[in-house]
């Protein structure tokens, strides 16, 4: 537990949700590919980062929920954000046959793992401060 509290007063449950989305949507985005021939399949998108903002912004109201059942007020806690795989509202038709764009997809799927790569080296990095400060090192 007392790591856990550590940690929690990082950036790694940033860099955690952040690495999560990011392999979330490259699973969504090799499934889009993958079924670029199949008729009348509607292409997937993942929403995150959006969330992520809102959660980092300014806080207007803050209030706790004391049921699971009740609304939540106020932004939404970094650890609660989880990444959301939704159907675009999308009528194009731009293969024929669905609507997954393979040449879009491929360069979100480029651009998602820069991203990936880039959460993964700062997260190491963070490891590396924190493995530092226990040894005694600056």
Excluded: W
């Amino acid at each position: 537990m007392l790591l856990k509290a550590i940690f929690d007063h990082t950036k790694i449950p940033l860099l955690n949700k952040s690495l999560k989305a990011s392999a979330v949507r490259q699973r969504v985005r090799a499934n889009n590919i993958a079924n670029a021939n199949t008729k009348g399949y509607q292409r997937l998108e993942v929403r995150f980062e959006e969330d992520l903002r809102k959660a980092l912004g300014k806080r207007n109201v803050v209030g706790s929920q004391t049921h699971a059942r009740h609304i939540p007020v106020g932004s939404r806690r970094i650890v609660d954000l989880e990444p959301e795989v939704f159907t675009p509202d999308d009528p194009s038709d731009p293969s024929g046959v669905n609507n997954v764009d393979i040449e879009h997809e491929m360069a979100e799927l480029a651009k998602n793992q820069l991203i990936y790569t880039a959460a993964a080296k700062f997260a190491a990095r963070n490891f590396q401060k924190i493995k530092s400060a226990i040894k005694g090192r600056s």
